[in-house]
């Protein structure tokens, strides 16, 4: 039988191989895209939130926006 020390490289390897296979198949692949959606009225959602006391803290809730839309100054003056 092998020992367990002898098996720590590959171990190591395959974990990182995995891990960087998994981040590009999600990556490439997008059938995750429809995980998110946008509320059907985001800004009374986020009102009811800043008037129940919520502020910002640990509890992070995600925007919805696309990427290219995360710079435009709405949406930053929003979040």
Known sequence: M???TALW???LLSAVVV???SFIVHILLTYHR???RKLP????VTDALRNAGVTRGPAYF???????????A???EKF
Do not use: G, W
């Not at 009225?41 to 009374?44: A, N, P, V, Y």
């Not at 995600?62 to 435009?72: A, T």
């Open 62 to 72: 995600f925007p919805y926006c696309k990427f290219e839309e995360m710079k435009s």
């Open 9 to 11: 490289l590959p171990i």
């Open 74 to 76: 709405p949406v930053i």
């Open 34 to 36: 429809s995980d998110y």
């Open 2 to 4: 092998i020992p367990l």
């Open 41 to 44: 009225d985001e800004d009374r």
């Open 19 to 21: 891990f960087f296979a």
